[in-house]
């Protein structure tokens, strides 16, 4: 059991922006580093406005099944689909260009920068982001209050929690239609963890379409529509976040029960 609470998107915290989320779809994905292969056959498909979550092991490739998506790791073998575009080969900017965010494992932020220099860089690779660079802050800051506060702070001195704000800030700066987050309560307090997936659960509530890999697997089934597991790079089962978190196997697996 977590210890939290049932997550809803609190008052005062939504945006009230209604966007329009894209279809992702992963079809028989391969991918490693160097003569290293780490995926195998991951297929995963993400509908418009979906919240769906990807579980497993450590090692079992889903930090690589990310950043296949986002370009930073390049697939050998499959297809990586966005809004009807085939993104397989594209570069991180293309693909953040067309309208993907990602929040990375260890959120990679500039810690001699500060708060707002940080939410300032997720603008900068589309022109629609910049052109709605202050309304969209402005958004960001009703999500995570506590960084107008800190605005002005070097983000190397923020607590993690507030650095994990930071990066969900920083991606969603891009005015994203898909967001793919890695690992976001990794290191944080129960309330700050909290905090990072009400916000995310606002984000999808207003259209976007979000993958989620996430260490706490009964959280991360009981918010997302429908979930995968990977073992040894490949997927061996999906469902309704329902449905797994009731599966014996999953909960044997994952959850100790």
């Known amino acids: 059991m977590t210890g939290l609470r049932e997550i809803s998107a609190p008052e005062g ?53 990310l950043r296949a998506v986002s ?9 990586i689909g966005l809004g009807g575009q085939d993104i397989t080969r594209a570069t991180p900017s293309q693909v953040v260009a067309l309208g993907l965010g990602h929040v990375p494992e260890g959120r990679e932020l500039f810690p001699l920068m500060t708060v707002r220099e940080n939410l300032d860089l997720g603008a900068a690779m589309r022109a629609e982001a910049r052109a709605a660079q202050q309304q969209t802050l402005e958004q960001v800051y009703t999500l995570f209050p506590r960084l107008k506060e800190r605005a002005g702070q070097l983000a190397g001195t923020l607590s993690g929690g507030e650095q ?48 989620l890999v996430e260490q706490n697997v009964g959280l991360s089934l009981r918010l997302a529509h429908r979930a995968y597991v990977l073992e040894n790079g490949q997927v061996v ?17 994952y959850l100790a029960l």
């Open 71 to 79: 370009g930073v790791v390049r697939a050998s073998g499959g297809r």
């Open 164 to 211: 994990q704000m930071v990066a969900v800030g920083r991606a969603l700066m891009g005015l994203p239609s898909v967001l793919v987050v890695d690992e976001p309560s990794l290191g944080l307090s129960p309330l700050m963890t909290q905090t990072v997936f009400e916000a995310l659960k606002a984000v999808n509530a207003e259209g976007v379409s979000v993958l």
């Open 13 to 65: 915290r939504s945006t009230g922006q209604r966007r329009a989320g894209q279809e992702l779809v992963i079809e028989h994905l391969a991918a490693g580093y160097g003569k290293v292969q780490v995926l195998w056959d991951v297929s995963v498909r993400v509908g418009p406005g979906e919240f769906v979550a990807m579980i497993g092991a450590n090692g079992a490739g889903k930090t690589t099944t």
């Open 237 to 253: 089962k999906e469902g309704t976040g329902e449905a797994l978190l009731a599966d014996p196997g999953v909960r044997a697996a």
